[in-house]
């Protein structure tokens, strides 16, 4: 009784692709080099057409001292702000790391002592309630009712943060 050879686990299709491995090789490579010289076409098409255009404009702008002028000023513009838009980046990032090294304190204008922080509470949270001082160093007066403001934004709300005079703090403390 003759044995049949061992079936491959993928398949007979396999066995038929991998049975012309030298002719699929070779049309595989056919195939990519008919794809590389297209490529190559397309692209040397594609330059030859944006060297027509920049010569055209070359010469559009010869005897336009005031347009070359124009453009070199504008794009020194643009690259003086590309260099301050990163620096005012660099400079937010710093301020957040000292921020964030010092332990994250409120950002208040006005001296104050903390009363109660978020933090340690049994369930921890980004709150902290703090006393405001006057800024004379003297004590807020007990009999008077307390001014609460609640924050929702941790302080970037508009004139609430107590980062300013002008704000709902400082005038509560006039």
């Not at 002719?23 to 397309?42: E, M, N, P, S, Y």
């Not at 060297?51 to 070359?68: F, P, S």
Request: proline share 8%; glycine share 10%; hydrophobic share 40%.
């Amino acid at each position: 009784m003759d044995q049949l050879p061992p079936a491959s686990p993928i398949g007979p299709l396999a066995d038929r692709v991998f049975a012309d491995g030298a002719d699929q090789q070779a049309r595989l490579a056919a195939v990519a080099k008919q794809h590389g010289d297209a490529v190559t076409a397309t692209v040397a098409a594609h330059t030859a057409r944006v060297q027509h255009a920049g010569e055209a404009i070359a010469r559009g702008l010869q005897g336009r001292d005031d347009l070359v002028h124009a453009l070199g000023t504008y794009l020194t513009d643009a690259a003086q702000r590309w260099i301050l838009y990163w620096d005012v980046l660099r400079r937010r990032g710093d301020n957040y790391l000292e921020h964030e090294a010092a332990g994250a304190p409120p950002v208040l204008g006005f001296p104050y002592e903390l009363v109660l922080d978020g933090r340690t509470l049994p369930r921890p949270s980004n709150y902290a309630m703090v006393q405001i001082l006057p800024h004379d160093g003297g004590r807020p007066n007990p009999k008077r009712r307390p001014y609460l403001i609640i924050d929702p934004r941790a302080g970037q709300g508009a004139g609430i943060g107590a980062s300013k005079a002008e704000s709902q703090v400082g005038v509560a403390l006039k």
